[in-house]
């Protein structure tokens, strides 16, 4: 695994988050008919919060994001991206291992959804993650606290 690092998301961010979200998911999309090239990165503007989300950056450059939003039953993860070229080489499993160590010990229930046919989702069953409903283009996942 390279060296990886997160440190907390500003509102300069956005930019660099909305065009890697748009590569990162550009195939997924396409596959389900939903590719719109301004709209995947306009709903990351729209919804971006810099107090819940981290950058993940390798070797000091910026190469993710993820974000940790707090709900009334569990803590939503949400806009996990990490650069294509570093995905498989252990960065994400480390920061999602660091993400839900800190959910473990807070006793939170942790809840996302993943594209239907994303390799991301065999990602979150290794951790722990299970199905818990579907619709035409997400699986919403739930983690119990171990």
């Known amino acids: 695994m390279v060296g990886w690092a997160v440190r907390p998301a500003s509102a300069a961010d956005v930019e660099a988050v909305a065009e890697l979200r748009a590569v990162v998911l550009r195939a997924d999309l396409e596959r389900l008919g939903r590719y719109d090239e301004q709209r995947v990165r306009q709903r990351l503007r ?26 009334a039953d569990a803590h939503w993860l ?13 960065v994400g499993s480390g920061v999602l291992r660091g993400l839900l160590e800190r959910c473990d010990r807070a006793g939170v229930l942790v809840r996302l959804n993943v594209l239907h046919g994303s390799p991301a989702r065999r990602l979150y069953e290794r951790h722990g993650f299970t199905t818990e409903t579907e619709d035409p283009v997400d699986v919403f996942m739930v983690r119990k606290p171990a």
């Open 46 to 71: 729209d919804g971006f919060d810099p107090a819940c989300t981290w950058v993940i950056e390798v070797g000091g450059a910026f190469a993710g994001r993820v974000a940790l939003r707090p709900a």
């Open 78 to 90: 949400e806009h996990f991206y990490l650069a294509p070229e570093l995905q498989g080489g252990g």
